[in-house]
């Protein structure tokens, strides 16, 4: 096992592929936010982590400390740990968007 200031040394080494794959992450979460915040979700859908037919404000709450807190556990992460959490991120957002979609939430501009 390695010592934590060697983890935290590697975690300082960030590349300009960490911030193409955070900037993926992030614009994945804010996707999955805004399908989430289409009337039709919120009146007509469960959701898995914040209950049943959740309210807007419980859902802007959720997805704004997601926002906020990928990015710090990005970068507390050493490289190879950091590269796995935002590829499957940007997988899972994409995954889940999806069956949103497939459910009927989409994003209208």
């Not at 934590?4 to 794959?21: H, S």
Request: proline share 6%; charged share 15%.
């Amino acid at each position: 096992m390695k010592c934590l200031p060697c983890l935290m040394a590697a975690a300082l080494v960030w590349t300009p592929a960490d911030t193409g794959w955070e900037i993926g992450s992030e614009l994945g979460i804010l996707h999955e936010w805004a399908q989430m915040t289409t009337g039709n979700y919120v009146h007509g859908f469960d959701e898995e982590v914040l209950g049943g037919h959740p309210q807007r404000r419980s859902i802007n709450a959720y997805f704004g400390a997601w926002m906020l807190a990928h990015p710090l556990i990005s970068f507390a992460l050493p490289a190879p740990y950091r590269r796995f959490w935002q590829v499957g991120t940007v997988g899972f957002e994409i995954v889940v968007s999806r069956r949103n979609a497939q459910l009927g939430c989409r994003v209208h501009f």
